[in-house]
């Protein structure tokens, strides 16, 4: 289980998180929605601590850390608790996909030569990359470099793994192939914090919704919940923009 507690972050005088209360259990697919500037992001980036939180406690499986006061060595536990994906995939461009993927598994991990190889090859082949273990990052599609960047975050075994729109930098013949594959370690159970504009995805493999916006969750619910009855005037204004299929009463 994941539960953030009065997470508050702010940038000089600009508070961009404000006292932020969220619950994730083992399991949970949780999407986050909401306009450019709404926090979604920096809210994201602090559950493993690539920002700092100004205030408030986080709880990850059994760890429990106090922001405010966290020194190196318990951010240093925290992040080993989870895995990020980044928009802009943050690939050694000097190193194939499977060095890219044994990376943490001989820094962090402390795996042999031997058992990092193996464990590589299975996760690039799980994201149908088996074929392009010495490729380069150069090499490689958008969608694919994506996907290496999602071996390589299943390999830490973390305890929650973190999207920050994985697929807004991917040309949209690229989008669906990511999204494939984000689906399926979906099914495996796997607990996942996704920040994205990816509609459909929001509504089929989420079990979870949190709409943010102006620093605070606005609304949460299932997809259901959201997208077909939601209760908050701005969730209504947001979702009439963004799927204006759908009917809502503002």
């Keep these: 289980m994941i539960k953030l507690n ?13 006292d932020i209360d969220l619950t994730v259990e ?3 697919v949780v999407v986050i929605l909401g306009p450019s500037g709404s926090g979604k992001t920096t809210l994201l980036r602090c559950v493993n601590y690539l920002e700092k939180p100004s205030d408030g406690e986080m709880i990850i499986g059994d760890y429990h850390l106090n922001c405010k006061y ?9 992040r080993q608790k989870s895995a990020m994906v980044f928009q802009q995939y943050n690939l050694f461009k000097h190193k194939t996909a499977i060095e890219n993927v044994m990376e943490g598994l001989l820094i962090v991990k402390k795996l ?17 990359l088996g074929n392009k273990l010495e490729a380069y990052p150069s090499q490689l599609s958008g969608g694919q470099q994506q996907r290496v960047g999602i071996a390589r ?11 920050d ?5 991917l040309d949209p013949e690229l989008v669906g192939e990511v ?12 607990t996942m914090i996704v920040v994205t504009h990816e509609m459909s995805f929001a509504r089929d493999v989420a079990n979870h919704i949190v709409f943010m916006d102006g620093g605070v969750i606005v609304e949460e619910g ?17 979702l009439k923009r963004i799927t204006p299929e759908l009917n809502y009463n503002i």
């Design 26 to 28: 083992k399991g949970d």
């Design 70 to 78: 966290a020194s190196k060595k318990q951010i240093h536990l925290l």
């Design 165 to 169: 729109e994985p697929t807004s930098a």
């Design 112 to 128: 042999s030569k031997e058992e990092a190889i193996v464990r590589s090859v299975a996760l690039l082949e799980k994201v149908g």
């Design 179 to 190: 999204l494939s594959v984000i689906r399926k370690i979906a099914k495996e159970g796997i």
């Design 222 to 238: 299932t997809p259901v919940e959201l997208f077909n009855h939601p209760k908050e005037e701005r969730t209504k204004q947001f």
């Design 6 to 18: 009065n997470i508050s972050k702010s940038f000089g005088r600009q508070q961009v998180l404000k």
């Design 153 to 163: 975050a299943l390999a830490m075994e973390p305890e929650v793994i973190l999207f």
